[in-house]
Structures are given as structure tokens and as C-alpha cells.
């Protein structure tokens, strides 16, 4: 039957109604189903630098309890040493976790891949937790050294009854050109590339990077990585450009706080890139109720975690450790969290340890 001209001025209000329709009825895939898919635990329980509030930050100390309280995975910053080594270490400076003051005074303000590994472990990288925090002190952490990737990979492994997954990241990869080659070696030479079928998600690559994030896609197509988010140099254009010493604010704490992406496409381009890169999840800041130097900007609103589970990411947010902020994160919808005190991440998910962290540490000889 011929089509009339009123019926022809129909068929693109029917084609809008048609897919209208359809984009009304399509649905999100459940961040559980996503999480399920990549080997991923849902919600996440990811030890940050291992249990670091309760022993000195990515040690064998902080690692082993970590594993034993049953962490999902171990969380690490990684570095390069001059001849070459994986090494976890937070900070460029080794001044504010190790003794390099007292054992090369002349290198004191040197980074860490200005040393060798044996040098490195010549480092008491301990006894500054026992100072900083006397309340939760032990002997045994004097003397701790800082750990190759290699090691955590042992620590991981070791226990039989829990093997926690390892959530590396590239820090500041612009200072260690290859390193994104070299942990797929690294990986390699260990048995955990290819991702293992069974357990995908055994691995999780982590950078604030763009570039890095594009050579770690490269280099290892097949296995999760996560885009961290961070307002500020780096990361998104925040809303204004003061500075903190011109912002009046008392506080870093405060100041990162008060900053927001410019406005919401700053936020879903970093998304979008994140997706189109591999990427299977983000980790964005959060600020925490008490403040503090790991309270920064909130990007764990509602809206934002819709939007990036709208695009089939997964929401890991750092760095919370107290029930206040877990119910908060959860309630807006992340799907994991980074933590320094992994134990009560784990009680507020109901998956009780029966050990307290004095009984693990004591167990592990520390």
C-alpha cells in the first residue's frame, strides 16, 4: 500500500517513539555481575600498602596481616630501583619511612631509584611507625626491610588458605619509563599472566596516569585495570584555581576537600577515557567525615557512581578505615574500598574475622 504524505510526516515520530522505548527499557549491567565476570570480589576489601594502620606501611608486617584477616587483595605502589628491581615504596623520598638519613647522609634527598636494591635493604623501613604511632608499636618492626614485588607476590602466595589477589599500581611511571614491560615480566615469569581462567581477576593494574594506563592496556590487554580519579595537578580541572595557600583553608585536608571537577563532563570524559582504555573500574578520593590527610575530594557522589556503573565500571574508592565512611561510600554505591585497616572493612561487610589483628601479628612473629 502506497505510503501517504501525512503517514510519510508519521515515521520519524514513530522511529523516536521506537527507540525511546527502547533506551527506556534497556538495563545497567549490576556492578555484582560485572565484578563476577572479572574474578573481582564484590564489594572489595584491598588492603592499602597492606594493613598500614596497624603495621608499617608495604612490609612484609602490614602484608602478612593482611592476607591472614583476609583481604581480597594487597595493595602497592610500585617503583623502580637503579639496577632495575620492582620494588613497593609509596613515596619518591625515602626520608619519612626509612633511615636513609642515618645510613647515607649524603643521599639522604636522593629517590629511591637513585639506589640499588641492595642498598634498599640496608633501609630500617619500621622503626618510623613505632615513633609516629607509639600507641601501636612493636619491637619486631625495627629492622623491617622494603619489599620487592617479588616478595609480596610470595607473601600472597603462602598462605594456602587464603591467597589474596595483588592491586599494583604504576606510580608516577613518567619518573620510570619500561616499568609498565617490566611488571608484565615480572607477572609472566611468575605464572600470573596469562590471567589465570578460573581467577581473572587474581591481578588488578592501577594508575592515575593516562599514558600509563594506555601502555598497561597495551602491554597486558587481558587484565583489569582501574583509572584512579583525582582533582587537582594530574587529575581532573578542578572548579577554581586557588591554591592552598591562598585558599584560607586550615588544612590540605580541607582544601582537597573543597575542590570538585570543574563540572560534569570534566568527570565523565575522565570516564569515558577510562572505558575506551581498558579500564574496568575507576578508584576515586572520597572525603571522609573526620577529615584527615587522606580526606580529599568527593567523587563518590551518587550521580557520579550511576554514571560510571552506566558505563559497566566498577567504583573502588580510597582511602576510608572507619564504619562512618564505609556506610557512606556503600550507600552511594561503591563496589570496593581501599583501606589501612582492612579487619574492620571486613567486619562491616559481616565477614567476621575471628582473630584480632594482636593475634595475627603475634602468629606471624611480629
Known amino acids: 500500500m502506497p505510503v ?13 517513539a521506537v527507540v525511546g522505548a527502547h533506551a527506556a527499557t534497556e538495563t545497567i549491567t549490576p556492578p555484582a555481575l560485572i565484578a563476577s565476570r572479572q574474578g573481582i570480589a564484590h564489594p572489595a576489601v584491598i588492603a592499602h ?3 598500614s594502620f596497624d603495621a608499617p606501611e608495604s ?9 591472614d584477616l583476609g583481604a581480597d587483595y594487597l595493595e602497592m605502589d610500585l617503583q623502580r630501583t637503579h639496577d632495575g628491581e620492582l620494588i613497593a615504596l609509596h613515596d619518591n623520598s625515602l626520608l619519612r619511612t ?3 638519613a642515618n645510613k647515607f647522609p649524603a643521599r639522604k634527598n636522593q629517590p629511591a631509584s637513585a639506589f640499588t636494591l641492595a642498598e634498599l635493604k640496608t633501609l630500617d623501613a619500621g622503626s618510623w611507625f613505632n615513633k609516629a604511632y607509639p ?5 619486631s618492626y625495627v629492622g623491617l626491610p622494603i619489599l620487592t614485588l617479588d616478595e609480596i607476590i610470595d607473601i600472597a602466595q603462602s598462605n594456602p588458605g587464603h591467597t589474596p589477589g595483588l592491586y599494583i599500581e604504576t606510580k608516577e ?36 596516569d593516562k599514558s600509563s594506563l594506555q601502555l598497561l592496556q597495551k602491554e597486558m590487554p587481558d587484565t583489569p585495570k582501574v583509572l584512579l580519579l583525582w582533582v587537582g595537578a594530574g587529575g581532573m580541572t578542578p572548579d577554581k584555581s586557588v591554591s592552598f595557600a591562598d585558599s584560607g583553608e586550615k588544612t590540605k585536608a580541607a582544601y582537597y576537600a573543597s575542590l ?14 577510562a572505558k575506551a582504555n581498558g579500564a574496568i573500574g575507576t578508584g576515586p578520593s572520597a572525603a571522609l567525615t573526620h577529615g584527615g590527610d587522606q580526606s580529599y575530594s568527593d567523587l563518590i557522589q551518587p550521580w557520579m557512581n550511576t554514571t560510571a556503573h552506566a558505563r559497566g565500571l566498577l567504583v573502588h574508592a580510597y582511602t576510608l578505615d ?20 582492612p579487619r574492620e572493612l571486613l567486619n562491616y561487610y559481616q565477614r567476621v574475622t575471628a582473630q584480632t589483628v594482636k593475634q595475627v601479628l603475634e602468629q606471624n612473629g611480629y
Not at 504524505?5 to 520519524?12: F, G, I, T
Not at 556506610?327 to 585497616?341: C, P, Q
Request: a positive charge; one cysteine or more.
Open 59 to 67: 612490609t612484609a608486617a602490614a602484608y602478612t596481616l593482611a592476607r
Open 49 to 51: 600498602r597492606g594493613a
Open 4 to 16: 501517504t504524505v501525512a503517514k510519510r510526516a508519521l515515521l520519524p515520530c514513530l522511529l523516536l
Open 135 to 139: 600507641d601501636r608499636a612493636r619491637p
Open 260 to 273: 570538585h571537577p570543574k563540572d560534569k563532563t570534566e568527570f565523565t570524559q575522565w570516564l569515558d577515557f
Open 173 to 208: 611511571p613518567q619518573l620510570f619509563p619500561g616499568i609498565e614491560h617490566d611488571l608484565k615480566r615480572k607477572l609472566t615469569q611468575r605464572g600470573l599472566l596469562p590471567p589465570q581462567p578460573d581467577r581473572p581477576g587474581q591481578v588488578i593494574l592501577q594508575t592515575f
Open 98 to 100: 626509612t633511615d636513609v
Open 322 to 341: 572507619e564504619p562512618v565512611d564505609f556506610k557512606k561510600a556503600m550507600t552511594a554505591g561503591v563496589n570496593g574500598i581501599f583501606t589501612n585497616r
